[in-house]
């Protein structure tokens, strides 16, 4: 489809101003690479060449239709696309969905013809693609894109073609442009995948106005972000979605919110304006990211040196303190008056060598990250002998390093000096500094894809099954669990909390909390009661039976004289903690989109006020809640201690977190969870309080309905015997799996490794570790047998299989420890790759196998795969439909 032979445009046209007039014309561009074909019954020729009346009347296989015809007429059109085998159309076409039901039951039958066949479709409603490298315009813009690295995926057709207009004039090339529409069909996740493996593509930048298919566009995008960053631009951010939210997590976690952390988890850079984009697509890929926040600045004017001071507190990055040597060497060399500090002012009459001294001084400055140098044009210095220079320093560098040339006709031969030399250059200090940061949050966002987490002690399959009962009685007749069922599922999941019972009666709370000990704290529980301090539903502190009862009658009066029709279930009483340090919120909610994310952040009365909170979506592991952590206000008091609060050990609430994120992951049924407080107290962590939302809808006939990116799929999990008795236990890869890994491949001996690399492979990068470990478990799956030796587990095999972008295919690999080799292993690790690849519904999976290695290859013919020799290899195929 994106590299047709044969086009055919329906509704063609010659008249002047209609969209299949500039399809025609722009079409017309690549007629020397593919031949086109225009459909319009009513003329004989179009543009010169002949008119087909219908689409079935082209005497030869069409690659891609392109529609420009009335939407009534377009379900029928495709209809026919299908019965000739077109493989993609666009529909440039409006009148659907946009119009609303009229147009919503025209896409309906679209959507129904598209379901039946293998047609791929890009629209209705949107501008169309254009591919430069192959000559391929079918679009009906004016501009007309030259080749480039930047592939531009917009989903507004208007402000695509804007942005297409002014990356034009500014002579910014393409890989290839297009306007999604209505995304009946063709998304970003598909073409993040088709770009992903496209050679031309250097970077993809995304304008978002919704996501449409979350799960495949996160899958995609963390699939690629490693290798190609895909940059963001995404409209909406004010949406009010949190106004029926009925915990303190559904009010605090808003759409955009929830955007930012899906990209973040994805890899992708979120920027915050168009001007922001091409920027980035240009230095992103850059070899020289930068390893932490601390920018230095040189320059020769201080007034930039402010502006771009501001900028760096402004994008959350740092001024670098300078180190003593360079604080030293600068002193030594320049005038007494210079800043002696960063910025680095060297003064408006620094020549080309004082630029060079500071410029290599600051580069070789272990305290620095990256280096800005800032030019005004002042004293004699020529503003191209002095980028010549610096371009010289640049060509060693091992940091990134960005220049500002301030001014217009006088430094743009400069500028294009840098451009000529990939150096990123730019006209303010403020629009610089802005690309550095978003050069960082790339930087960390690769890191969190990279990050090993570490093993926590945390049940990946704790007894659920009668909690799934609870929540579905309780579903029947109301929409929140009570405090008891919620205590079950805390309990269920090993998260501490309080102790406490629910009382029906004042006497009842009297006996309970003499069972409890004293002081206790009555709370009351209704489900037409959102925030129980609003009525005056808390008392603490109770210190006897009488207090107790006196408490009880006086929350039922308050609660009853503030809202009379409120049912009242009874009142909790709960063992009082004491020596309380922080109070914290930890909760979830299903978004629109992204489905169950967690919150985390500073709790209690006041959390709606500070809105100091943190996202992430479910599932999360060590890593990926410490990062959830580090992106509050309360991490730092957490970490240093405030007043004369301590420091507390994080380990435990990494712990409580985890455990939290597999309760959201195993119940699809909870649309908002929230526990608040969830308190630090000696050291420990405790659940004061914790509310349930049910989601009516929530279905679970398919896995993990509620989650858009895969858990680790513990069914897999398997207890199995080698054939001299050694028991052994294969399951999926997790990313704690690094070490094992690595000593694994580290024991393989030199043949047994070149079987399975290709080469003789004895250590692994941490990089390449990650990809191994770190896995999709929706386009990858990877097997890993272990048995104990002593005290811990080793790795004696591993068996992978990566899906192939098209969704029928899956290429396997499998390698066995030597000791291990020959006694059933290697089949049991492929039989289960076969087993996964026709749960995922894959037609065929097949290998590369050296030809020398015959073991593998007697494995596979017995397992039923066809093998034939291609040069120096064998590849091996089995079919499974």
């Given at each position: 489809m994106l590299n047709p032979k044969a086009v055919a445009v329906i509704g063609a046209s010659e008249s002047e101003g209609t969209v299949g007039q500039s399809l025609m014309r722009n079409l017309m561009e690549g007629r020397d690479t593919r031949k086109i074909y225009p459909v319009n019954p009513n003329r004989e020729t179009v543009m010169g060449l002949k008119s087909y009346p219908a689409l079935s009347k082209i005497p030869e296989h069409v690659d891609l239709a392109v529609i420009a015809t009335p939407a009534k007429s377009v379900p029928g059109l495709i209809e026919e696309c299908a019965q000739a085998e077109v493989d993609g159309a666009i529909i440039v076409s409006a009148g659907f969905k946009e119009v609303g039901p009229a147009g919503e039951k025209l896409e309906s039958e679209i959507s129904e013809i598209r379901s039946k066949t293998d047609i791929r479709i890009l629209g209705p409603n949107c501008v169309g693609l254009a591919r430069p490298q192959v000559s391929l315009n079918a679009t009906f813009l004016r501009d007309n894109p030259q080749p480039g690295q930047i592939a531009f995926v917009?989903?507004?057709?208007?402000?695509?073609?804007?942005?297409?207009?002014?990356?034009?004039?500014?002579?910014?090339g393409f890989s290839l442009f297009a306007s999604l529409g209505s995304t009946l069909d063709i998304d970003f996740g598909d073409l993040i995948d088709y770009l992903g493996d496209d050679p031309s593509t250097r970077s993809i930048i995304l304008y978002m106005e919704g996501v449409g298919n979350a799960k495949?566009?996160?899958?995609?995008?963390?699939?690629?972000?490693?290798?190609?960053?895909?940059?963001?631009?995404?409209?909406?951010?004010?949406?009010?979605?949190?106004?029926?939210?009925?915990?303190?997590?559904?009010?605090?976690?808003?759409?955009?919110?929830?955007?930012?952390?899906?990209?973040?988890?994805?890899?992708?850079?979120?920027?915050d304006e168009i001007g922001d984009?091409?920027?980035?697509?240009?230095?992103?890929?850059?070899?020289?990211?930068?390893?932490?926040?601390?920018?230095?600045?040189?320059?020769?004017?201080?007034?930039?040196?402010?502006?771009?001071?501001?900028?760096?507190?402004?994008?959350?990055?740092?001024?670098?303190?300078?180190?003593?040597?360079?604080?030293?060497?600068?002193?030594?060399?320049?005038?007494?008056?210079?800043?002696?500090?960063?910025p680095l002012d060297i003064l408006g009459d620094a020549n080309v060598s004082r630029y060079e001294l500071a410029v290599k001084t600051c580069i070789a400055d272990p305290k620095i990250d990256g280096l800005l140098v800032i030019y005004t044009p002042q004293g004699t210095t020529q503003p191209t002998q002095l980028a010549e220079a610096i371009t010289k320093i640049a060509a060693d560098r091992r940091k990134p390093m960005l220049t500002v040339w301030m001014g217009e006709s006088g430094v743009r031969d400069s500028r294009a000096i840098f451009q000529r030399n990939n150096i990123p250059t730019y006209q303010t200090p403020e629009e610089a500094v802005k690309t550095y940061a978003y050069m960082y949050q790339y930087r960390r966002n690769l890191d969190l894809l990279y990050q090993t987490p570490q093993e926590l002690p945390v049940d990946s399959s704790p007894?659920?099954?009668?909690?799934?009962?609870?929540?579905?009685?309780?579903?029947?007749?109301?929409?929140?669990?009570?405090?008891?069922?919620?205590?079950?599922?805390?309990?269920?999941?090993?998260?501490?909390?309080a102790k406490g019972a629910l009382a029906k009666s004042a006497e009842q709370a009297a006996t309970i909390a003499i069972d409890l000990g004293y002081p206790v704290a009555l709370k009351i529980l209704s489900q037409d009661i959102l925030h129980k301090t609003d009525v005056g539903g808390v008392v603490t502190g109770l210190e006897s039976a009488q207090a107790v009862k006196d408490a009880y009658k006086a929350i039922v009066d308050r609660a009853r004289k503030a809202k009379p029709d409120a049912r009242i279930d009874g009142i909790y009483v709960q063992k009082m903690v004491s020596n309380i340090d922080y109070e914290l919120i930890l909760g979830s909610k299903k978004d629109k989109d992204f489905g169950s994310v967690i919150l985390f952040g500073m709790g209690g009365v006041w959390v709606e006020l500070f809105h100091d909170v943190a996202i992430g979506l479910a599932p999360l592991n060590q890593i990926l809640a410490r990062r959830v952590m580090e992106e509050t206000k309360i991490y730092g008091a957490l970490t240093k201690g405030l007043r004369n609060k301590k420091p507390v050990d994080l380990r435990p609430l990494e712990e409580v977190i985890v455990r939290f994120s597999s309760l959201i992951v195993?119940?699809?049924?909870?649309?908002?969870?929230?526990?608040?407080?969830?308190?630090?107290?000696?050291?420990?962590?405790?659940?004061?309080?914790?509310?349930?939302?049910?989601?009516?809808?929530?279905?679970d006939h398919q896995p993990y309905p509620h989650l858009v990116i895969t858990p680790y799929p513990a069914?897999?999990?398997?207890?199995?015997?080698?054939?001299?008795?050694?028991?052994?236990?294969?399951?999926?890869?997790?990313?704690?799996?690094?070490?094992?890994?690595?000593?694994?491949?580290?024991?393989?001996?030199t043949e047994?490794?070149?079987?399975?690399?290709?080469?003789?492979?004895?250590?692994?990068?941490?990089?390449?570790?990650?990809?191994?470990?770190?896995?999709?478990?929706?386009?990858?799956?990877a097997i890993i047998a272990e048995k104990r030796e002593g005290d811990r587990m080793i790795e004696i095999g591993v068996s992978r299989l990566i899906i192939d972008p098209g969704k029928k295919r899956g290429e396997f690999a499998v390698v066995v420890a030597d000791n291990y080799q020959s006694k059933g292993l290697g089949t049991k690790l492929v039989?289960?790759?076969?087993?996964?690849?026709?749960?995922?519904?894959?037609?065929?999976?097949?290998?590369?196998?050296?030809?020398?290695?015959i073991k593998m290859i007697q494995l596979c013919e017995k397992l039923g795969f066809t093998t034939r020799r291609e040069h120096e290899n064998v590849t091996t195929e089995l079919k499974l439909t």
């Open positions: 917009s989903q507004s057709g208007a402000l695509g073609a804007a942005i297409l207009n002014w990356a034009v004039s500014a002579g910014i495949k566009f996160m899958s995609a995008a963390r699939g690629f972000a490693r290798t190609k960053p895909i940059i963001v631009i995404k409209a909406g951010r004010h949406a009010a979605g949190a106004k029926a939210a009925s915990s303190h997590t559904g009010a605090l976690a808003g759409d955009f919110e929830v955007y930012e952390a899906a990209f973040k988890r994805a890899g992708v850079v979120l920027v984009i091409f920027n980035c697509a240009s230095v992103l890929d850059s070899r020289f990211l930068p390893a932490g926040p601390n920018l230095g600045i040189v320059t020769n004017a201080g007034g930039p040196a402010v502006l771009a001071a501001d900028a760096v507190v402004t994008h959350g990055c740092k001024l670098a303190e300078l180190s003593p040597e360079t604080m030293d060497t600068m002193g030594k060399t320049l005038p007494p008056y210079w800043s002696h500090g960063n007894p659920k099954a009668h909690l799934k009962v609870v929540i579905r009685n309780a579903a029947k007749t109301r929409k929140a669990l009570t405090q008891s069922e919620v205590d079950r599922f805390l309990d269920a999941y090993d998260i501490p909390r195993d119940f699809p049924e909870i649309a908002e969870m929230d526990i608040n407080p969830l308190v630090a107290t000696d050291g420990k962590f405790c659940v004061l309080d914790a509310r349930v939302i049910i989601d009516p809808n929530a279905v069914k897999y999990i398997i207890h199995w015997r080698l054939k001299d008795g050694t028991e052994v236990t294969l399951r999926p890869v997790k990313p704690e799996d690094e070490p094992l890994e690595l000593e694994f491949v580290r024991g393989l001996s047994t490794s070149r079987f399975r690399f290709f080469q003789i492979i004895k250590d692994l990068p941490h990089e390449a570790l990650v990809r191994f470990c770190n896995i999709d478990y929706d386009r990858e799956m039989d289960m790759l076969i087993e996964f690849a026709r749960e995922k519904g894959l037609e065929t999976i097949y290998g590369t196998v050296m030809s020398e290695n």
